[in-house]
Every structure is written in structure tokens, then in C-alpha cells.
């Protein structure tokens, strides 16, 4: 019985779908996780005060719903609170806690338009009340948690994994196309063709450089690495060839370490010292290849 042929890099174009597929299974784990432990908003009528129960510590938001449908009745009011409206918070040991205005943010869905009226920093989890009074018509108050903050963590958090995880697959899935083509061995090179490997250790520096605002110029920096290593081998260049991959993947280790512990100040320092050593590595692999001199001695292969 005859068994199928042999894709050539099968292994190493399995490995990137796979860290690809993980990423979205992650991303996909994150932003559950995000909506699970979404704390919902308590809606109350005002002029009066309601009962809310906080899961925890942090920023709270007091909203008014303008346009909304709340108790079978639909109110439609001018965004504003009306003069000499008056906020009170209680905290669940009786003390006070107060209440700054809040102004400019505002959130539209199903259920209508608020705008955000004030805001209080609640410092424990309970039941607080909370009052708002005055002399004006009903309207509807929502109380809940400040979400700005969550949302901008999120989205940095998604995007770290799809650039990370896009990145390394593309990264390994040519890297096993790269070992399935037959390259003849390196030999004596012409000026031109020294000097275009030259110019083109110059492109990767500057893609490293670029990837401090467009990350994902530092993928595009090592595939060309990897595309044109063999064409340098033996000559001076390939040592900035070997410098730069080695610079990528030590970045990336970085990074991921620093991401990982980004919920301790230890994740900050990590990422701060890691962006120095980037530095220092492109400033220093560019001025010795401005100069014509290998980075350092080859010894090995990166």
C-alpha cells in the first residue's frame, strides 16, 4: 500500500497554525473573561437614593440615563442635571465618601443614551447608598464601574497576543519553507552584490528601529534575517545577520516575561531595561555596520 508523499516542512507549518490558533483561542479567552466579570449598573429613579452592591474597591461612575425606557415608561430629558442637584454616597460602615463630577463620557445601546453625571472612588466592597436630590422632574441614575480603563487594558492585552502570535507563525511557517529549499553553498561575492547584503542589514536596523512604534516591523526584520542568511554566510556581514536574530528573539523572550508580569512593578522594570538593550543593540550593530566592521566574531550560529 503506497503512503502519501511528504509535505517538506509539514512539522514546522503545523507548529505555526497551531501558536496561531492558540492566539485566537486566548484572545477569545480574554475578552470572556472580560464579559464574565462585567459588574452590572443599578438603575434607580431620582430625586431618591437606592441600594447598590459593589463586588470591590476601585472608581465608580454615577450615570444619567436621558433617553431610556425604565419601568415601563420611556423618559427623553436634556443630558444636563438641572441646577442644585445634590450627591450622596454612604460607604457599608456609614462613613461618607465623596463625590466629584464627572463629565464627558458617554455610552449609547439598546436601552438608550447616558451621559456621565459624577464619579466616587469606593474603598471596600459592600452596599453603599446612593442619593441623588433635588427639586426636578424623575429621571433615571445608573450607578456602575468606570470601564475606561478595563477596555484600554483589554484591547492592549488582545492585540499583544494576535501581533505576538501572527508574528511567530509567520515567522516559523517560513522558517520550514526555508529549510525545504536547496540554497548553493556561499561563495566569493561581487562588490554590487556585498554591498546590496550590506544595504539590506541597514533595512533590518531600521525595521527594529521602526517596530519601538510599529511592532510588527521587527517580524518583517528577522524573515528577511532568515530569507538572506545564507548569502552572507562567511562573509562580515553575517555577523549583523546573527546580532539582529538574536536580538529579535531575545526582545520577544523580554517582552513576554514583562507582559507576564506586568500585575507586579517587577513586569514594568523588565520592559523598561529590555527596551534600553534594544536600543543599544540597533545603535550599536548600525554604527559597525556603517563602519564596515563585523558586530563581533562569529562564533556560532544563532
Given at each position: 500500500m503506497l503512503?502519501?508523499?511528504?509535505?517538506p516542512g509539514l512539522r514546522w507549518y503545523t507548529l505555526a497554525g497551531t501558536i496561531f490558533l492558540a492566539g485566537l483561542a486566548l484572545t477569545a479567552v480574554l475578552v470572556w473573561r472580560f464579559s464574565v466579570a462585567l459588574e452590572p449598573a443599578t438603575r434607580f429613579l431620582a430625586p431618591g437614593e437606592a441600594q447598590v452592591s459593589l463586588r470591590g474597591p476601585g472608581d465608580y461612575i454615577v450615570w444619567h440615563d436621558h433617553r431610556t425606557v425604565?419601568?415601563?415608561?420611556?423618559f427623553d430629558l436634556s443630558p444636563a442635571m438641572p441646577a442644585g442637584v445634590r450627591?450622596?454616597?454612604?460607604?457599608?460602615?456609614?462613613s461618607s465618601v465623596a463625590v466629584q463630577p464627572q463629565s464627558g463620557m458617554t455610552s449609547e445601546g439598546g436601552?438608550?443614551?447616558?451621559?456621565?453625571?459624577?464619579?466616587?472612588?469606593?474603598?471596600?466592597a459592600g452596599t453603599y447608598r446612593v442619593a441623588v436630590e433635588g427639586a426636578f422632574e424623575p429621571r433615571v441614575m445608573a450607578v456602575g464601574p468606570n470601564r475606561l480603563w478595563p477596555i484600554l487594558r483589554l484591547a492592549g492585552e488582545v492585540s499583544v497576543v494576535v501581533i505576538l502570535s501572527l508574528g511567530i507563525a509567520v515567522a516559523l511557517g517560513l522558517y520550514g519553507f526555508l529549510r525545504t529549499v536547496e540554497v548553493p553553498a556561499a561563495g566569493p561575492q561581487s562588490a554590487e552584490a556585498q554591498a546590496s547584503l550590506r544595504q539590506l542589514a541597514g533595512l533590518v536596523y531600521g525595521l527594529q528601529a521602526a517596530s519601538m512604534l510599529v511592532?510588527?516591523?521587527?517580524?518583517?526584520?528577522?524573515?528577511?534575517?532568515?530569507?538572506?542568511?545564507?548569502?552572507?554566510?562567511?562573509t562580515w556581514l553575517e555577523s549583523h545577520f546573527t546580532w539582529q536574530i538574536r536580538t529579535f528573539w531575545w526582545s520577544l523572550a523580554w517582552c513576554v516575561l514583562g507582559i507576564a508580569t506586568a500585575i507586579l512593578v517587577v513586569g514594568f522594570l523588565v520592559m523598561a531595561a529590555s527596551a534600553v538593550w534594544f536600543v543599544y543593540r540597533i545603535v550599536r550593530g548600525w554604527t559597525e555596520l556603517n563602519e564596515g566592521r563585523p558586530v563581533y566574531v562569529c562564533s556560532r550560529k544563532a
Open positions: 503512503s502519501a508523499p511528504r509535505v425604565y419601568q415601563g415608561r420611556t450627591y450622596r454616597v454612604q460607604s457599608p460602615d456609614g436601552e438608550g443614551r447616558s451621559v456621565s453625571v459624577a464619579h466616587f472612588e469606593a474603598p471596600l511592532g510588527v516591523t521587527l517580524f518583517a526584520g528577522v524573515i528577511i534575517n532568515y530569507l538572506k542568511r545564507t548569502q552572507v554566510a562567511g
